[in-house]
C-alpha cells in the first residue's frame, strides 16, 4: 500500500522485521547509530515485542530508493493508544532509520503517513532523538525533554596530542597508575575477540557492574533486557561491532566496558568494576584505554551515550543532547500531552522519566 505525502515521499506500509534486512542495513551505515541497525531492533523486538503491534512504515524517493524506515509499534491502548520506537530505554539514541540529510523530510512525513496508511494512534512518543536536529519537522511535534549526550571529538587527533592538552595532574594520573599497576599486578587489558570467550567475558561484565552499582544495576542485565544484551553481543561481534574490554590485575578482571564500534564512533554502552580497586581508578584507567584504542584506530568520535554523569564531563569536547518529542493526533491526544506538559513544568525540579507509564 502506498501513498503520496506532502513531502513528495512516498510512504507504504511494511509488514515485518525479516525482509527489510537488505534495505535496512544501508540506511543505518548512513545514520552512524548502532541502535539504528537492523541487528539490534530484530533482537529488540524478539525480546520486548510480547505481541503489540508493529507498524513498520517506510518512505521511498521519486526513484522507489528507500530512503527512510520509521520503526514504530504500538506501546498502549487504552486508555490512550501511544506509539514508539523500537529500542525504547535500551536503545540510546532512536528515531527514524535514515541519513541525516533525511531526517528533516522523514520526520515532516511521519504524520501524514500514518494517517494515511490507517495507522491508529493518540500519541507518539518520539524518544532519544539525536538532539543536533530540529525535530519541529515533526507535524504539531512538542518538545517533553532534554537529556545529555557527551561525546568526544577525536577526528585526526593523535594520542600524543590528546595527552598534551590535558592538565598536569591528568597526565601523571594516568602515567603514574598505568606504570604502578604494571609493575605490582601485571596489568592487562584486553577486549573479547572470539566467540568462545564471550559468554565468560559477559559474566564478568554483569558481575563487575553489580559489584558497581548494587541494586541499581538489577534490571540492566536481568531478564529479558540480559538476554537481549547476550544476543546482540554476538551478533555484534560476528559483525565486527563488539568493543568489550576487560581490565586485568593479577589474571583476574577488576574493571569491565562494554561498547560498540560502528561506522566512524566507538560508543561506551555499560560498565562495572570492582570497588577493592577504586582507589587505584581501574574504571577510568579503562576509559582512557578505550579512547586511546580509538584514537590509534582513527576513529572520528567517541560517544558516552545518554546521562550526565560527571565522569563524562572529563573527557568530553561537546554535548549534542537527546531530546523526547511528542506528537498528537485528536482531542483525547492534544488533551494528555498538555496534561504531560504541565506535569513535567510542575515537577521541573525533580528527576522525571519522560512518559513514563502511559
Known amino acids: ?21 537488505e534495505e535496512w542495513e ?11 541497525t537492523w541487528e539490534w531492533a530484530s533482537a529488540w523486538w524478539r525480546h520486548h515485542g510480547q505481541g503489540r503491534p508493529l507498524h513498520l512504515v517506510g518512505f521511498r524517493d521519486d526513484a522507489g530508493e528507500m530512503v527512510g524506515i520509521l520503526p514504530l509499534y504500538l506501546d498502549a491502548r487504552r486508555p490512550l493508544r501511544v506509539l514508539r520506537f523500537i529500542g525504547r530505554e535500551t536503545g540510546d539514541e532512536l528515531g527514524p532509520v535514515c541519513a541525516p540529510e533525511h531526517r528533516a523530510a522523514v520526520a515532516a512525513a511521519t504524520r501524514p503517513a500514518l494517517r494515511e496508511l490507517g495507522v491508529g494512534w493518540d500519541v507518539l512518543v518520539a524518544e532519544s532523538l539525536p538532539g543536533d536536529e530540529a525535530w519541529g519537522a515533526f507535524e504539531r511535534g512538542r518538545a517533553l525533554s532534554r537529556i545529555p549526550n557527551p561525546v568526544l571529538e577525536i577526528k585526526g587527533m593523535s594520542w600524543d596530542d590528546y595527552m598534551a592538552s590535558r592538565s598536569g595532574k591528568f597526565r601523571q594520573q594516568v602515567r603514574r ?10 596489568l592487562a587489558f584486553r577486549m573479547t575477540s572470539g566467540a568462545d570467550t564471550l559468554p565468560g567475558d559477559m559474566d564478568a561484565l554483569v558481575r563487575l557492574h553489580g559489584m558497581r552499582w548494587g541494586e541499581e544495576s538489577s534490571g540492566v542485565f536481568a531478564g529479558a533486557d540480559g538476554d537481549l544484551h547476550r544476543e546482540f553481543a554476538a551478533v555484534a561481534l560476528e559483525r565486527g561491532w563488539l568493543r568489550l574490554w576487560l581490565l586485568e590485575l593479577e589474571g583476574e578482571p577488576v ?10 564512533a566507538d560508543a561506551g554502552y555499560q560498565s562495572g568494576r570492582d570497588p577493592a580497586w577504586d ?4 574504571g577510568f584507567l579503562l576509559q582512557v584505554h578505550t579512547i586511546r584504542e580509538a584514537m590509534d584506530d582513527g576513529i572520528g568520535e567517541y560517544r558516552f551515550l545518554r ?3 560527571g565522569y563524562k564531563s572529563r573527557f568530553a569536547s561537546a554535548d549534542r543532547g537527546l531530546e523526547t518529542v511528542v506528537v ?4 483525547l491526544g492534544g488533551a494528555a500531552v498538555a496534561a504531560r506538559r504541565l506535569s513535567l513544568a510542575v515537577a521541573s525540579r525533580r528527576e522525571s522519566k519522560p512518559w513514563e507509564g502511559a
Open 1 to 21: 500500500m502506498t501513498a503520496a505525502t506532502k513531502t513528495s515521499l512516498r510512504c507504504e506500509r511494511l509488514p515485518e522485521l525479516g525482509p527489510l534486512r
Open 26 to 36: 544501508p540506511l543505518a551505515a548512513r545514520s552512524g547509530n548502532v541502535f539504528a
Open 177 to 186: 597508575t598505568e606504570r604502578r599497576l604494571s609493575e605490582d599486578h601485571g
Open 255 to 264: 574493571a569491565a566496558r562494554l561498547g560498540y564500534r560502528f561506522g566512524d
Open 279 to 282: 582507589k587505584f581508578g581501574v
Open 307 to 309: 546521562g550526565g554523569e
Open 328 to 331: 498528537s493526533r485528536g482531542l
